[in-house]
């Protein structure tokens, strides 16, 4: 148990060109609603949802970003302090496939490398494909990143995209408290010891998390995130 009184607040970004379906996934997975009318996103808008997962109370706030292109100076500037992304392109849009590597590139170029999935909607559409099983399977090794694929429409797999990240994060969280612990007992049985412990955490995409922990509880971890200081850790 991290804490009992403390829910643990989450940035979630989700990036992808434009019309993949990344708000009819927030709102999908935050609001239980979907439409087929397509209204492209200005700029930016998040959502939340309340999440319980192994013992603990999350909150996720999911903040949907414009796939247009004019609106990337925008944007960029929310992804910092995201503890996870999502990556998404369409079954039925070929360049949103081959633009993957670049949202990723976009979101590192801000954040460092964090907790990342990788996710093919509209698979409904399945038989109006312009990419195959194959292709995807390789895109999402090449880049290293967990694989899922949606159909918000029919509310396929969306629940699993974010309790992925959530747990991802939730373990994360539990590595830094007992590194901490371990800190505190090694200071009191050798007070002059004071240099930082430093711990890798292997990820289920495979994404080794490195965490600087130098002290803080995972409840200091929540305290400092509500104030806005979310993503204090670096993942290599
Ligand atoms: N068939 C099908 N259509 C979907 C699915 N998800 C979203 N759509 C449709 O795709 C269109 C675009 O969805 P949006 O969620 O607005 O796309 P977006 O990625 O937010 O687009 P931008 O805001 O421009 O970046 C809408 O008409 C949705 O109804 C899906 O799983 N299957
Ligand atoms: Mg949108």
Do not use: H
């Not at 709102?27 to 700029?43: A, F, Q, S, V």
């Not at 990419?131 to 429409?153: G, H, I, N, P």
């Not at 029919?154 to 539990?174: E, P």
Request: aromatic share 8%; proline share 2%.
């Amino acid at each position: 148990m991290l804490e009992e009184d403390v829910e643990i607040p989450m940035k979630v970004l989700i990036v992808g060109n434009g019309a993949v379906g990344k708000s009819s996934m927030i709102r999908r997975y935050c609001k239980g609603e979907y439409t087929n009318d397509y209204k492209k996103t200005i700029g930016v808008d998040f959502l939340e949802k309340k999440l319980s997962l192994n013992g603990e109370d999350l909150r996720l706030m999911i903040w949907d970003t414009a796939g247009q292109e004019e609106f990337d100076a925008i944007t960029k500037a929310y992804y910092r302090g995201a503890a996870g992304c999502v990556v998404a392109f369409s079954t039925t849009d070929r360049d949103s496939f081959d633009a993957v590597e670049k949202w990723i590139g976009k979101v590192e170029a801000e954040v460092q490398q964090i907790p990342m999935v990788l996710v093919q909607n509209k698979i409904d559409l399945v038989d109006q494909s312009v990419v195959t099983k194959e292709e995807a399977d390789q895109k999402a090794q090449a880049v290293s990143l967990r694989f899922y694929r949606t159909s918000v429409q029919d509310d396929f797999g969306v629940n699993d995209v974010f309790s992925y990240l959530a747990d991802v994060y939730l373990k994360k969280m539990k590595a830094e408290e007992s590194q901490a612990a371990i800190k505190a007992q090694n200071k009191t049985s050798n007070p002059q010891s004071s240099s930082p412990i430093k711990e890798s955490f292997q990820g289920k995409s495979g994404a080794g998390i490195r965490l600087d922990v130098q002290g803080a509880t995972g409840k200091q971890r929540a305290k400092a995130a509500k104030k806005g200081i979310l993503a204090s850790c670096s993942v290599v």
